[in-house]
């Protein structure tokens, strides 16, 4: 679900290296509204991940965020122009909480009034910042969160049309052993009839990846594994039964069936959160995605100069 979240990265970016043209320098405009240099550094800032941040992005690796960062830049000033417009105004309450967690993360109050003052940025600022983004939520809220939520009447109505999705495959529950050693394999399959536990067995013996779990590798629907080994799986043995020696691939395998489930269809109670969820999710990129071209549409958008 769309959200701009409100941290301090987003109010208070810390300064990387000088960029090759001036703060002030107007790179777009929006229904008039200027979009600076400065603020695009910044959302670029936002873009790169936090652990190459300040210094060590080269300005090749950035210009590969530019054109991101200034759509999203456009995107932003028309969300909230367009809130704006409908008469919306930031909740004076909301802003003071958020100004109140932007201080708290400072150890003390001299630290955050050096941090505005390395930044350029005068309380006020910072203060219009943080209730332009509070805005700009509102707005999402109101056109897009709201709107994309379901009912559990509608997820269900959902659920009984689309029932062929929620059909699950014949399954089974294996544990594997494997060994490209013929003679080894025949000691272990010897020892687990012996009654040697299987998944003991498979930590301590088996030269694949599962040892670590024991051997197990969950439930598996047919044309997930080798052929030789579904055909054991899914045809010979039931549950609780163990195979005799495969041979698949240049390797020797030794299987158990610990549960097998037939095809079936997932219950509604299941999958009903989940499903929820996915709904709302893919609706609100919709409704995101109209709205904010909706908004283009009708914009006034000018590239006031190449920022490559």
Do not use: C
């Not at 997932?266 to 969820?277: G, M, Q, T």
């Amino acid at each position: 679900m769309y959200r701009i979240i409100l941290t301090l990265t987003i109010v208070l970016i810390p300064l990387v290296a000088a960029p090759s043209f001036a703060d002030d320098v107007v790179v777009a405009r929006v229904n008039g509204t200027a979009i600076t240099a400065r603020d695009l550094r910044e959302a670029v800032d936002r873009l790169i991940p936090a652990a190459a941040f300040h210094g060590t992005v080269s300005e090749e690796k950035r210009n590969q965020y530019r054109d991101k960062a200034l759509e999203d830049l456009i995107n932003q000033e028309l969300q909230y122009q367009d809130a704006l417009a409908r008469g919306m105004k930031p909740d004076k309450k909301l802003v003071k909480v958020r100004m109140k967690e932007i201080r708290e993360k400072f150890p003390s109050e001299l630290s955050y009034e050096q941090a505005l003052a390395q930044q350029g940025v005068t309380e006020d600022a910072l203060k219009a910042r943080v209730a332009r983004i509070v805005l700009i939520q509102a707005v999402t809220g109101k056109v897009v969160d709201e709107p994309s939520q379901m009912k559990d009447g509608d997820v269900k109505e959902y659920y009984d049309r689309n029932s062929e999705k929620f059909k699950q495959p014949e399954s089974v529950k294996l544990r594997i052993i494997s060994t490209k050693d013929e003679k080894k394999a025949k000691e272990i399959l010897a020892g687990l009839k012996a009654g040697r536990d299987f998944g003991d067995t498979a930590a301590r013996m088996s030269e694949d990846d599962y040892r670590i779990m024991g051997g197990d590798i969950g439930y598996i629907h047919r044309g997930r594994i080798l052929p030789e080994i579904e055909q054991a799986a899914f045809n010979s043995l039931k549950a609780g039964e163990m195979s005799g020696l495969l041979k698949a691939k240049g390797k020797w395998f030794i299987i158990k069936v610990e549960d097998r489930k037939p095809e079936h269809l997932v219950s509604f109670d299941e999958i009903k959160e989940k499903l929820k969820k996915d709904i709302e999710s893919r609706r609100s990129a919709e409704l995101k995605e109209k709205w904010i071209a909706g908004l283009r549409e009708k914009a006034k958008i000018e590239a006031v100069i190449n920022t490559q």
